[in-house]
């Protein structure tokens, strides 16, 4: 069965530098997300990317965070400068656009920033 | 703004019993999705059930079940002859209309207990 693929899985760095995070959304899937859980919380929204452009952000994913789909394949998630609160889990998503109305998450990756 | 709230942060049940976890959620929209999401300690984000509001039935899958009350704006889930694969942090979501964002609860953690 198709899974959405997350790499990597744990990420450490120092705080200022810059990270990006890959996701390989499942084949044929249209719609693309960004999530980030901060440890003991619940799942944020990021950012939804459609037809090569971002279609919604939330207040979190401001100036310091960027996404792109450079190969047609791969989806990241760029963050410039990292600050210690961006540690989370991230976590990518897709959705085929079908009508399904169903995103389908990616194992995730975890952030470490000292 | 939609919400959702989880209003118990723990539960725990007999394996091969049956435990209901609750959600409600507030929205002006009329045309949504809900959404059930199992978080095993793996932290991997597991798609257990869907609901269209649209829809009256109640949505099934296997032992899962979903008790959808549009008026209430409420969307339990029944777990019958839990298992002890079944403990997880369990997530609510609401899929917004449009840009198909999810907004999650803050989880419910499930312990089954042998």
């Known amino acids: 069965e198709p899974e959405v693929t997350q790499t990597p899985s744990h990420q450490v760095t120092q705080m200022g530098q810059e990270v990006i995070l890959r996701c390989v959304p499942i084949?044929?899937?249209?719609?693309f997300y960004w999530y980030r859980q901060i440890l003991g919380q619940k799942v944020e929204f990021l950012v939804s990317?459609?037809?090569?452009?971002?279609?919604?952000k939330s207040e979190i994913f401001d100036d310091q965070f960027s996404v792109e789909r450079p190969d047609g394949s791969n989806f990241t998630l760029k963050i410039r400068s990292t600050k210690l609160e961006d540690s989370a889990m991230y976590f990518c998503?897709?959705?085929?656009?079908?009508?399904?109305?169903?995103?389908?998450f990616g194992p995730g990756t975890r952030l470490l920033v000292l | 703004a939609q919400t959702v709230t989880q209003s118990q942060p723990e539960m725990s049940v007999q394996e091969a019993e049956t435990v209901t976890l609750s959600c409600t959620y507030d929205?002006?929209?009329?045309?949504?999705?809900l959404f059930w999401y199992k978080q095993p300690p793996s932290r991997q984000m597991i798609l257990v059930i869907r609901?269209?509001?649209?829809?009256?039935q109640n949505a099934t899958e296997n032992r899962f079940s979903v008790n959808f009350q549009k008026a209430a704006k409420s969307f339990s889930l029944k777990i019958s002859d839990s298992q002890l694969g079944d403990t997880a942090m369990y997530f609510c979501?609401?899929?917004?209309?449009?840009?198909?964002?999810?907004?999650f609860g803050t989880g419910t953690r499930l312990t089954v207990i042998p």
């Open positions: 998503a897709s959705d085929p656009g079908t009508g399904e109305e169903t995103q389908y």
């Open positions: 084949s044929n899937h249209l719609y």
């Open positions: 609901q269209e509001a649209y829809k009256q």
């Open positions: 990317f459609y037809n090569n452009e971002i279609s919604e």
């Open positions: 929205t002006s929209e009329n045309n949504y999705y």
């Open positions: 979501a609401f899929m917004k209309p449009l840009t198909n964002n999810l907004f």
